[in-house]
């Protein structure tokens, strides 16, 4: 899976980036009641502009993303100075207030999550395949803390499309399973389906339980 995923950026096979910040998070977000400065884990998250959206909008982020080309991609294209540092495992690139930490997502650990207070999800879910969904929603919850707030998008193909993956097709019922043991679960919306993919978009608000909530 990894490999499978360099190779899309190695060889410019990136037709899963939007050129555009999603229209759903600039519709949903705010009313997440994420506070201005929270810190928010975008995990998997490319050369996303939703990253520069959410730091437009007061928020530092810290985007983790195993490929390298992604990373320089992202600050090539951004404006401002930029800073390089190491926090083992990570290479960490600055820019702004947007923090892209390079390397493995299940490498990340809490006491490198100290300061975040949200999250935001549009491609990490929906790029992992069945067995490692599981143990992605049980290390989110584990680097997020209780009351924080978070947005979710997955993606659900049409019935009788099977199809591959990755973006792997994720239904309502798996996100609640995988989500609910330690989240609050909101569903917001689902939207058209996407002309010649035949995937259909859903946007879920998560809550993280814990005694703060």
Same mark, same amino acid.
């Given at each position: 899976?990894a490999?499978?995923? +360099?190779?899309?950026?190695?060889?410019?096979?990136?037709?899963?980036?939007?050129?555009?910040?999603?229209p759903? +998070?600039?519709?949903?977000?705010?009313?997440?009641g994420?506070k201005?400065? !929270?810190k928010?884990?975008?995990?998997?998250?490319?050369?996303?502009?939703d990253m520069?959206?959410? *730091?437009?909008?007061?928020?530092p982020?810290?985007?983790i993303?195993? *490929?390298e080309?992604a990373?320089?991609?992202f600050?090539?294209?951004? !404006?401002?100075e930029?800073?390089? $540092?190491?926090?083992?495992?990570?290479?960490?690139?600055?820019?702004?207030?947007?923090?892209?930490?390079?390397?493995?997502?299940?490498?990340f650990?809490?006491?490198?999550?100290?300061e975040?207070?949200?999250? $935001?999800?549009?491609?990490?879910?929906?790029?992992?395949?069945?067995?490692t969904?599981?143990?992605y929603?049980?290390? +989110?919850a584990?680097?997020?803390?209780?009351s *924080?707030? #978070?947005?979710?998008?997955?993606?659900?193909?049409?019935?009788g499309?099977?199809?591959?993956?990755?973006?792997?097709?994720?239904? *309502?019922?798996?996100?609640r399973?995988l989500?609910?043991?330690?989240?609050?679960? !909101?569903?917001?919306?689902?939207?058209?389906?996407?002309?010649?993919?035949?995937f259909?978009?859903?946007v879920?608000?998560?809550?993280r339980? #814990?005694?703060?909530?």
């Amino acid at each position: 899976m990894a490999l499978n995923w +360099l190779e899309r950026w190695r060889e410019g096979r990136i037709g899963f980036h939007r050129p555009q910040v999603h229209p759903a +998070l600039i519709e949903h977000w705010p009313l997440l009641g994420a506070k201005p400065g !929270t810190k928010v884990l975008v995990p998997l998250c490319g050369k996303s502009l939703d990253m520069r959206w959410l *730091a437009q909008h007061d928020h530092p982020v810290l985007g983790i993303e195993l *490929a390298e080309e992604a990373v320089e991609q992202f600050v090539a294209e951004g !404006t401002g100075e930029i800073s390089r $540092y190491r926090q083992e495992p990570f290479a960490i690139c600055r820019q702004g207030s947007v923090e892209l930490w390079c390397g493995d997502f299940f490498h990340f650990h809490i006491e490198q999550a100290a300061e975040i207070d949200a999250f $935001y999800d549009r491609a990490a879910l929906i790029a992992l395949p069945p067995a490692t969904r599981q143990r992605y929603a049980f290390h +989110l919850a584990q680097l997020i803390p209780p009351s *924080a707030r #978070g947005l979710v998008i997955s993606l659900m193909r049409a019935p009788g499309d099977e199809g591959g993956g990755p973006p792997f097709s994720v239904c *309502a019922d798996e996100v609640r399973e995988l989500f609910e043991p330690n989240f609050l679960v !909101t569903h917001l919306e689902d939207g058209e389906p996407e002309e010649g993919s035949g995937f259909r978009e859903s946007v879920w608000a998560m809550v993280r339980r #814990g005694p703060a909530v």
